[in-house]
């Protein structure tokens, strides 16, 4: 059974970091690129930050280039999300996924295969 699980989200003010994990269990985390998706409220899921199977690509959602920084451990099964500098539209639930596909960083969610349940990011003015 795959489960990811997201951890570390909380609420800041404004200016603030936070550093969500997503540990990944029953499946071969190396075979598989992940990311980070938030979804505000009223909103679509939207991407944020991608990474392939060994680390040695990723993809930002231009709003948080220069802020997020997106790294995995695949020792730990294991895919960090590290967000600076946070802004109130920041906020959102972010979930983190699995993607099988070779293709590079998919910015859609139908790609995913794995989805965890999802972390409450909210970020004061």
């Known amino acids: 059974q795959v489960q990811l699980v997201e951890s570390g989200g909380g609420l800041v003010q404004a200016g603030g970091s936070l550093r969500l994990s997503c540990a990944a269990s029953?499946?071969?985390?190396?075979?598989?690129?992940m990311a980070w998706f938030r979804q505000a409220p009223g909103k679509e899921r939207e991407f944020v930050a991608g990474?392939?199977?060994?680390?040695?690509?990723?993809s930002y959602k231009d709003s948080v280039k220069g802020r997020f920084t997106i790294t995995r451990d695949n020792a730990k099964n294991t895919v960090y999300l590290q967000m600076n500098s946070l802004k109130p539209e920041d906020t959102g639930v972010y979930y983190c996924?699995?993607?099988?596909?070779?293709?590079?960083?998919?910015?859609?969610?139908?790609?995913?295969?794995?989805w965890g349940q999802g972390t409450q990011v909210t970020v004061s003015s």
């Open positions: 990474i392939t199977w060994i680390g040695h690509s990723t």
């Open positions: 029953g499946l071969t985390f190396s075979d598989y690129s």
């Open positions: 996924a699995a993607n099988p596909s070779r293709n590079g960083i998919e910015p859609y969610p139908p790609g995913y295969v794995y």
